[in-house]
């Protein structure tokens, strides 16, 4: 499953956040990728997940594979889209 988000946090996804969505993805069973203009990382690595650089504004595609992969998509994604300390 895969769906498109924006990210909301004013100050992008700098390290404390990168760190709250991999434990989030990490929290899940199934795969979980976040893919930004073709930079395709697994969301549970948070070098990964620094290494996209994720601004405010920026479109992203999270992407899940597995048991509970909806689930997975919408928490990693709703995180994604909220604004996050």
Avoid: W, Y
Wanted: proline share 4%; with cysteine.
């Amino acid at each position: 499953m895969q769906k498109e988000f924006t990210i909301a946090n004013p100050l992008g996804i700098h390290s404390r956040p990168a760190g709250d969505v991999m434990k989030k993805a990490k929290s899940f069973p199934c795969d979980v990728f976040i893919t930004k203009v073709g930079k395709r990382v697994n969301a549970k690595s948070i070098v990964g997940v620094l290494a996209l650089e994720m601004r405010c504004g920026d479109k992203v595609i999270v992407e899940t594979n597995g048991e509970r992969e909806q689930e997975a998509l919408d928490e990693v994604g709703a995180m994604l889209e909220s604004v996050l300390e």
